[in-house]
């Protein structure tokens, strides 16, 4: 395996302080190597969102990081931790080296400004000696890239359908060729004949550029198909990292393999469908010991009160009891 | 084209129905302006003199009310106005004409800064939460809860005297001659000091709660944390994104709020002494000067239709959604 | 930089000394309008239409009943019956555009009014207008006893050369007024209209003041505030706790002088409406009005001079024509007497409340517009004077325009208001009691008596005392009047008019005042003037 | 298939509602001190006029004196005393207040909603009437219908102010009924079988309860601005007392002039106390509306070990502290 | 609930069928066709042929805009349409609102697309599902029996105990949870049919696999027909009998669900069915080659492409296509399959 792009070290992050603190993410590691597509997947509300804007310190209020350490290693010179560094510097890094692809696009367009215009401002703020012209003509290739004719510069976001401003988003990611590019449920809002178009993109363009990305869904399907290693998030904690083909051969955590067990396949014979009883936990009230143990089929005495630690095993990491032991 | 004629005939009727308002509505006053004069003058008028008024006055010869509605309606038509009462026999258009510069400048430009003053600190007050801008709030809601014309009266206690800079009434120095020369234009300036400060304070804050509650509305979109992500400067972050986004709502309330110049400030003209319409207005009502009353709810009328006009145009422009597709 | 700049001399007026006289009104705004004739011109509502236009002759308000001073007119003959006056033009009047002023101009104007019944706002009943050489002769259908100063002294006449050629003389605003006056319009905004002195050609001593400036105020406040910084030099404006708000910001300077005339203000009761329909009730809340407590609480013991003679004529201007029968005779409070008055009569008390003679609580509405404070202060001071007697009043604050309306129906209680007010107190008596103005219940009586007043006997002696050819004659019908007044109190009178105004003396010197009342000082008045000849700078 | 519905049961715990959701309105401080004055104000309403130390209109020997302890707030011209005057006229303001703010809601509720549910004609109709109230200007209106009254008492002038300021909220209300009446839940509604009067007063009307309501606060807020100034230009009720009227004489007798500030000042601070009050009312009611302004009020967090951070959007927080347990 | 409405009806009885149904929303015109006199039109649904039969699924499935919901709502009459019919036992329906509409209420009732929408934010749990029943006469007479009808139903979509929930407001549950209210407020009419609008789109794997479980259960139990709106064409297969697809407006491809979904016949049917994620398929497999087809933008609905509407996009589009409207054409492999597509017409093979 190649050398990490960004570790991150026993992540916290909380929703407000104090009692009314919600601890959304807590004490994750995970690590992303240059060049991988990791997959992030988890039932909603387990944290993944907050993971991804996390790290990148872009959380809204209430959202506090109460802990923890994002190294990032740039290509050259030595690695940093993100949380450390001043607004001037993080400023300076954001989307030069890590750039992110939210949910909405359109909500993530500024909707009074041309494509254009919020193309250009990027290059213009991380470069401010760049010519007019230059910005123009980059701007007008990365929208080739991604397969929207560069005559679209000057259209509102309004005049673009769905599938092309999410596209736009991707050529915006991409614009300064960041090591790093964070997509936050990309096509969740597209339908798949869509969707398949964009991530066919993504993918090759991941493989003329060499970034890495993280991929965030919960359509386990897509992400087997679609990335290389993948973690699985249970009420604020990562419960299972491994490649993505073995995660769907073989899960360890028994919320992986309910999640797997959960969607309907279209082709190959009729599967049988286990789900998962009961409902995600309450952040405020969380069970002890093992979050997932009131809804776990195999649970057994230590899961109600020692919370397990996610521990490798050969390639793949995971938390549960049942492996330990 | 049906719907084009649809919505003209809408805003026609709504003309209409506003102008046979104001026509009908000042006739509700009892008493005629004859009276009124009289009452006026408190005895230094004297009664012989009411018969010729009402000669004067054209009052002697009996019309109905629907007479009076049609030819109201020829007047109109013909740009006539009438004569005023009050100041019989001055044309309204000709009062009306002398007076609404100086509202339109006054309040106008008034009420223009207000809002670039109110949009910009409330843009600065929504954007740095937690500084020391938080502590504009409390001022200004007590302050645009404070009857301006009251606000107005302390001001010239204060603020005039024989030695201040500040002049207590009036439009311009009384030994002046209006025209656009170096003695009148500074005059009329330092006039418009006072009622326009007034006006500003309290009407400032408006705009300020607006637009902060405008600009913590959108900082939480979406395109926001983009622009944050994205390693833009705050600056840009909050001029062009936040506050061009958060401003669309409040340029439609000011296109409304320029509508509402006209009659909206009456006292602080009252107050001050300040020759504009407001003021004309309500010498009209006191003299049951119908001619003036309706003249100037005409203009308000046509102001107020032609700034929901513009309201409209400062959307289509400001919003790219509402732009015809290209 | 601009050269032609019409406010150019403005610097010159800065550089030292004074040249200008700045005149306020609390009129609220003016339009452009000369027109003399026209109440509602800006001439008229600030009073520069009289330095422009000029009289025939001169009549001082304060000194009613002195004959009139000769100004256009150098010779004013009345005969005793007051039908005829024979005039005699002055030589070496000239308007301001160079044509001489002729007995033409004088039957011109005259005649123009006799027609134009939208002119005539006096009423006057011209017969026959004429001239002859420099003399005009004209006669009248009725004694113009009470309204000779009208006809002479506040009619302003105008040239014939020009005013023959307007259509429509009373809908024309004239733009450029021509006059006779010792001053010709320069300039007219909304905000200020100012007059300069004629160069050449006019007919008196030319005046020391070079300007003047007429400014319009939005209300009384904003000329007491304009008076009390310097702004403006002279008006006539209420002026609430003078003392303090004007004289004590520059004792030395500022000065008020109000000398009351014959018009008066008083309550009105409504006659009809029992049980205010006995004299002697009337006469009883007569007696307990504090009328010193309302001119110095309500008209800040200046603006409506007490009235202390039982007749209801002002001091001073009033003095000439008490009778005999009340000379010295003079209103005190006098509650126990008024208490005595109403149980001799019949009424009586339940505790502290007052019975009429059918046995139910008398009570009494006082109402005037809610506007004018003077008169709302004047109301409370009643209602708690009546009070004292077990009246109980309560105050009513209509729209001006609905007391209008009620008081010329009668639909009212009681009411302050005031009377006509004329060179003779006929015009403050007709207000009040004329028959020939009475109208039933219901119907507008425009012209007076509006508390349904009937007395033959008052009518009478007022047609009497207007149309009699000798003093005593006069005397008799107005001695009459009196007394009815007196033992009727149709109106209980309040405060008198005044035709004065406040002043500074910081520029020029010269006013008149109680030692040398040579004329009103209120600057509408025709009057106004003679004041503005008199004038002279401060630092001579 | 052997997940059956009847598995799916709940097995963590709901977590219990801390607080209904209707009480938190008052838990905003703005709220709730703006809620405070308005109970001051509302029981001198109610007892102002039986505490007075003196007859408001009782002529006193003192004339225009300053504060004392015979007369907290001096006299007036007439000797009267300026804090009964005050006391006194608070009910009147507030009954203006109200009574026009009720009038005028229920005014635009009516003709608000129903314009924006039926729609068609109706709404052609109600909109062109709204329009023309819009257009004619309020105070001279109010003025001129006033002074037509041959006495203007309180209930008139307010059913005045009522009737000429409903426009506004209409407007608005229909606006927000438009969009409310395509939400699914109120075509829920209708799928389900509901009757037309039921769909606006059940369905549709509490969830415009926000906008009504600030609707009505601001109504209030012109309605007493409205009274004052009528009564300061001498338009007003003959027998009772407001502070309009306060002012009306003051202004009369030029209070200011005559340095009689006590006569002045207070009643314009009263009503500007009042409306800073209603102001506070109506933040508290946008803030419980808008959960976005309700979670972006807490800008300043003190943490625990007393530091305190500001939270700022874009640029998330960071406390490094002791790991959670 | 004390009894099942008709069970003893036949399960293949027809409730609920559309012929030629068609809706056409009127476009919000713009300034600059003011002065013109056209009059466009948004081609939501046109010519739809639909039957929904008792104890049956019928799942309809489609790009996003091809008209899904819009067809639901013309079933549930809450649209009025432009053309065609809707028959309710084979009787012809049309009515708006009034009684007959709420006659019409009691026997179809409709499930809405978004569980947080449908329910309002201001009104209990117990208010939405005693409306229900009281609207349709079903909460008995007395209070005593109207809390057992609430219990019975909130049992029957397994929120137990009912207590639980009876008393709580809708953001108070989860998606899945108020999924479920949804589906007890519409039972608490006791209808024949059912339209169910992507009831599960909103929701978690987990969750969702719950909803269609608990659907598919009431289905047998109350021999319900219904229609089963979806993208998701995994989950037609594994719940719906028949599966449908729409293509901009139009129904292009019908019949038994394992049929459609394994040997899919018209071209967007397959493009879709290749475009559901794999994940059997190798990671970043995605065809380049496949690029080409399928590409480019979902057709305007205002102006819809003449013939047939896929053709612009279509990878084996032939000249007729951009011509003529290709009518329902039976495939060959099973009974009741068609697909409304040239290439299956017999004379076109035979060339
Ligand atoms: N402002 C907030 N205040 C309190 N809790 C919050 C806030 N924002 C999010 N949370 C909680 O944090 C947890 C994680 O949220 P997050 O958005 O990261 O989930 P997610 O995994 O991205 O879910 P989804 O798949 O639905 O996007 C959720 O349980 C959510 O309720
Ligand atoms: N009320 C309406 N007025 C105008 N156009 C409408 C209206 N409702 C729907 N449409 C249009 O009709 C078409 C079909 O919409 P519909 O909601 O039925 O699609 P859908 O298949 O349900 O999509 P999704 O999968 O996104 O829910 C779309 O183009 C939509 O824009
Ligand atoms: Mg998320
Ligand atoms: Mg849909």
Redesign the pocket.
Known sequence: MSEPVIEIRNLNVDYGLGDQAVHAIRDVSLTLHRGEVLGLAGESGSGKSTLAYGMTRLLPPPGVITGGEVIYHPEKGDPYDVLSLTDRQLQAFRWAETAIVFQGAMNSLNPVHKISTQLTDVLRAHDPKMSENSRNARAREMLKLVGIAPDRMDAYPHQLSGGMRQRVMIGMALILQPQVVIMDEPTTAL?VVMQRQILGQLVELRERLGFSVIFITHDLSLLVEFSNRIAIMYGGRIVEEAPAAAIYRDALHPYSSGLLGSFPALRGPRRELTGIPGSPPDLKGMPSGCSFHPRCPKAFEPCSSKIPVLTPHGDRSVACWLVES | MKYFLQRVSFYLFTAWAAITLNFLIPRMIPGDPVQALVTKYQGQLSSQAIDSLYVLFGLNKDANLWEEYVSYWKQLLTGDLGLSFTFFPTPVSEIISSSLPWTLLLVGITTVISFLLGTGLGVLAGWRRGSWTDGLLPVTTFLSSVPYFWLGIIAIYLLTGPDSFFPSSGGFDAGLVPAFDQYFIPSAIQHSLLPALTILISSVSGWILSMRNMMVTVSSEDYITVAHAKGLSDRRVAMSYAARNALLPNVSGFALSLGFIVGGTLLVEIVFSYPGVGFQLFQALGASDYPLMQGIFLIITISVLVANLLADIAYLLLDPRTRKEG | ACGDSPNDNKNAANGGKVDFLSIGMPNGTVTENNNPFIGTSAGASLGYRWMIYEPLGQWNNTKPSEPLTPWLASEIKWSADYKTVDLVIRDGATWSDGKPLTAEDVVFTHTMIKGNEALNIFAIPYESITADGNKVKMTFKTSQFTTHHKVIGQTPIVPKHIWEKIADPATDTIKEPVGSGPYVLKSFSQQATILTARESGYWGTKPAVKELRYTSFADNNAQATALSSGASEWSFVFIPNYQQTFVAKDPEHFKVWAPGVLGIHGLYINTTKKPFDDPKLRQAMNMVINRNDIFVQAEAAYFHPEIKSVTGLPEGAGDAYIADEYKGKTFSVDAPGAKKLLEESGYKYDGTKLLDKSGKPVTIKLTDPGPWSDYQTTLEIIKSNLAEIGIEATVEKPNQNIWDANVQKGDFEATLRWTNGGSTPFDIYQTVMDGDLYKPLGTAAQQGNFGRFQSPEATAALKAYSNATDETARKTALATIQKIFVEQAPMLPVGSDNVGGAYSTKNWVGWPSDADSYAPLQPTQAGALTVVLKLQPANS | MTASAVTMEQVAPVAAPAKRQRFRFVANKKAAAGLLILAIYGILAVIGPWITPYDPGARGDDLVQPPSAEHWMGTTHLGQDVFSQLLEGTRSVMFVGFFAGIVATVLSVIIGVTAGYVGGKTDEVLSALSNVFLVIPALPLIIIITSTLDNAEDWLIALVIGLTSWSWNARVLRAQTLSLR?RDFVEAARATGERTWRVITFELLPNLTAVIASGFVGTVIFAVLSEITLAFIGVTSATTWNWGTILFWAQGQQALAQNAWWWFVPAGLAIAVLGTALALVNFGIDEFVSPRLRSAGKTKIKTNTGRTVRMRIGFTPVIRKEPLP | MTSIPDAKAPADEVVLEAIGLTKH?P?RRRLRDLFSNRHDA?H??DDVNLTLRRGQVVALV??????????ARLLAQLYPRTGGDIRLHGESTRVKAGTAFRRYCARVQMIF?DPFASLNPVHTIRYHLTRSLKVHGNAGSTDAELEQALHALLERVALTPPERYLDKFPHELSGGQRQRVAIARALGAEPEALLA??PVSMLDVSIRLGILNLLRDLKERLNLAILY?T?DIASARYFADQTMV?YA?RMVEGGDSETVTQSPAHPYTRLLIESAPDPDRLTGAAEAADDDRGNGEPPS?IHPPSGCRFHPRCPSAMPRCSTDLPVPLQIGDAPGHWAACWLYDTEEVAK
Request: net charge negative; no cysteine; aromatic share 4%.
């Open positions: 339908d | 395509r | 929303f476009v948004v939501a649904v489609g790009e996003s805009g091809s008209g899904k919901s819009t067809v697309q609008d992507e709106i993208h729409m407006g609905l």
